[in-house]
């Protein structure tokens, strides 16, 4: 069963408008989220890596004020897209480090397609 | 030069056929490796780690070659259901990053 749950898995929002992607572990504790960035037929991008009641840390040449990213519990996650363009459509994926299971480092969450009218 | 590179695809291949994936990785630093599918517009979900021994799972073989940073995934018997995107992945231990390739796209026809 999932042990990474991601929402929503679908949005639409018009330009300008903020949108905030959640990601919660179930039945473990998450010190460590990573969130990763696909566009069509490319690979996953490493956006942030999120520790639990810390700031972030980006990856070089993502915007830490436009890709808002909170990990107030060892359960949540969130990563806000404010004031959206269409150029920010994309698919997003969190994932939950599980130290103990070093065969399968990350979890992933089903992800959350984003469209930027 | 990306950290982690695949073979550009497609691979359209009939049901039966053997089909290899080749990857390579530029960072000597990389400690584990991994082969994930995607599936369209889905998570990626992970295939199976990847030994230096060499391992295999079912009609599924890696290999890891740390002297010429390269890694396979060799595919045996192929289903209609192994249709997917597979993605090389490192991990890098320092930061504990996962790095991704660009994943090559494999349709089995039948």
């Known amino acids: 069963g999932a042990v990474v749950s991601q929402h929503p898995s679908r949005v639409i929002c018009k330009s300008g408008t903020s949108v905030k992607i959640e990601c919660r572990s179930l039945?473990?504790?998450?010190?460590?989220m990573f969130w990763y960035r696909q566009f069509p037929k490319q690979s996953l991008m490493l956006m942030a890596t999120?520790?639990?009641?810390?700031?972030?840390?980006?990856e070089q040449g993502v915007e830490k004020d436009k890709f808002l990213i909170n990990h107030a519990s060892l359960t949540l996650s969130t990563l806000t897209v404010t004031s959206a363009h269409p150029e920010d459509s994309s698919f997003y994926i969190c994932?939950?480090?599980?130290?103990?299971?070093?065969?399968?480092?990350?979890?992933f969450g089903n992800g959350t397609r984003l469209t930027v009218t | 030069r990306k950290e982690v590179e695949q073979d550009p695809g497609p691979f359209n291949v009939p049901e039966g056929a053997t089909v290899a994936f080749n990857c390579t990785y530029s960072?000597?630093?990389?400690?584990?490796f991994f082969w994930y599918r995607q599936d369209c517009r889905k998570e990626p979900k992970l295939l199976m780690s990847?030994?230096?021994s060499g391992n295999e799972d079912g009609r599924f073989t890696a290999q890891l070659n740390r002297a010429s940073q390269y890694i396979s995934l060799l595919i045996r018997d192929s289903k209609l259901s192994d249709s997917a995107t597979y993605l090389c992945?490192?991990?890098?231990?320092?930061?504990?990053?996962?790095?991704f390739g660009q994943g090559t796209e494999l349709s089995v026809k039948p």
């Open positions: 992945v490192a991990f890098l231990n320092q930061g504990g990053k996962l790095i």
């Open positions: 039945d473990f504790q998450a010190t460590t």
């Open positions: 999120s520790n639990e009641g810390s700031k972030a840390t980006y």
């Open positions: 994932s939950a480090e599980i130290r103990e299971t070093y065969n399968s480092p990350l979890h």
């Open positions: 960072n000597s630093a990389s400690q584990s």
């Open positions: 990847v030994y230096s």
